[in-house]
């Protein structure tokens, strides 16, 4: 699966566009410098039990065993904006916050059904405060429109779960474990087949 087919993958799951997808299509350096040592050993556990949350084994590896929080590492770092990865590291903290109001206790001591019921909760405080993030920001992003200068336009960072929902999806679909395991492998692709005989239930091509 090549970049811009799994963000455009990632933007259907999810329902919207995957944030800092422009520069993971083109390799380039954000810019941002607030990741710094955000992302230390036991941060990098977190957001692998959140991943596990989104994405958990069932027959199949889940998102822990792709190591998805590496995948955040990487993107946050490297394809996120400032305001993106300030925001994402304040939720970092934040999910602990959120967990401590619903089961006093950290989301990682919690159990798999109420670790679901933050993340759930979190959904849905994620989708109405991107709802009012996009009409705040429509003027800017119209002025930018008109002026026909629209990759200019620096949207306000969309909420922390969001992000941290995408990198999930995104690096577990981008992992080993997905290419071999998930779906159809082929190491060495032939031409082209737009016949190739296929039943319902067989494995998606990687």
Not at 28 to 33: D, E, I, L, S
Not at 36 to 62: R, S, Y
Not at 128 to 134: A, P, T
């Amino acid at each position: 699966m090549n970049r811009r087919d799994l963000i455009k993958l990632v933007g259907v799951i999810t329902g919207g566009s995957m944030i800092g997808g422009q520069f993971f299509l083109s390799g380039c350096n954000a810019g941002g410098k607030a990741a710094g040592g955000a992302f230390n050993e036991a941060n990098l556990a977190l957001l692998n039990e959140i991943g596990e949350t989104i994405l958990p084994a069932t027959a199949t590896p889940g998102a822990k065993a792709a190591n998805v929080a590496e995948f955040m590492r990487i993107l946050v770092t490297d394809c996120y904006n400032q305001g993106d990865q300030e925001a994402f590291i304040k939720g970092i903290s934040e999910i602990d916050v959120v967990s401590n109001k619903m089961h006093k206790n950290d989301f990682i001591k919690c159990t798999p059904e109420q670790r679901t019921e933050i993340l759930v909760s979190l959904e849905k405080e994620a989708k109405e405060y991107n709802h009012k993030v996009w009409e705040a920001d429509k003027p800017e992003r119209e002025k930018f429109k008109e002026e026909k200068r629209p990759y200019n336009f620096v949207a306000t960072p969309k909420h922390y779960y969001t992000m941290m929902r995408q990198l999930t999806i995104a690096g577990f679909l981008n992992s080993e474990i997905a290419a071999k395991e998930i779906m159809e492998y082929l190491p060495v692709p032939g031409k082209f087949d737009g016949a190739y005989p296929y039943k319902k239930g067989d494995k998606a091509f990687y």
